[in-house]
């Protein structure tokens, strides 16, 4: 039997699970939580999301090299957005490779990364692909100087971690309606 909480979903044997769109297998993070990938979306799908619409034809990158934080930000994503698509990506240079094969309708980046930062990948979306989509940096990085470091390089929205969700899915929305 599972019941929601929070941002987990806790089986009856008190294990948490977190689901992925992309895989079904169980996965053992840093933490050792196990990670049920295929449930989370079952529930997200019956329970809908914050909005009745639905976002199948839209396209969503995650960018960062910690995977438990892609994984948190797939969930709020999927949650938010019923039916989205979404690609993950390690670090600037791997999302970059994915942008030249698939353009998207938002990219969620965070700055600090190895080969590639979030600046770089910034910089080569705007002056080497030419485009103009929508980017959100989430990073731990929150002196006033790096924020706005970050727009100046050409980012749309500026998030802080710890991950604020209500300020996540207002600037998550207000880039994508």
């Not at 599972?2 to 806790?10: H, L, R, S, T």
């Not at 449930?39 to 976002?55: D, F, S, Y």
């Not at 396209?59 to 994503?77: P, Y």
């Not at 030419?130 to 929150?142: A, F, H, L, N």
Request: glycine fraction near 8%; hydrophobic fraction near 45%.
């Amino acid at each position: 039997m599972y019941q929601a909480q929070g941002a987990c979903i806790i089986d009856s044997r008190d294990r948490f699970s977190l689901l992925s769109p992309l895989k079904n297998i169980v996965e053992t993070v840093d933490f050792g939580f196990e990670f049920r990938m295929m449930e989370v979306i079952a529930l997200l799908r019956r329970g809908g999301g914050i909005l009745m619409k639905n976002w199948s034809n839209k396209w969503v990158l995650v960018v960062d090299d910690s995977q438990t934080m892609r994984m948190l930000l797939l969930f709020h994503v999927l949650k938010l957005l019923p039916g989205v698509k979404i690609m993950e990506a390690v670090n600037g240079s791997h999302a970059l490779e994915k942008l030249k094969r698939q353009d998207v309708d938002l990219i969620l980046t965070d700055m600090n990364m190895p080969e590639l930062d979030g600046a770089g990948l910034i910089c080569a979306v705007r002056l080497e692909l030419k485009r103009q989509t929508p980017i959100i940096v989430i990073t731990t990085k929150g002196e006033q100087r790096d924020r706005e470091r970050g727009m100046e390089l050409g980012a749309n929205g500026y998030i802080t971690k710890p991950l604020d969700i209500r300020q996540f899915r207002s600037t998550g929305l207000k880039f994508l309606s």
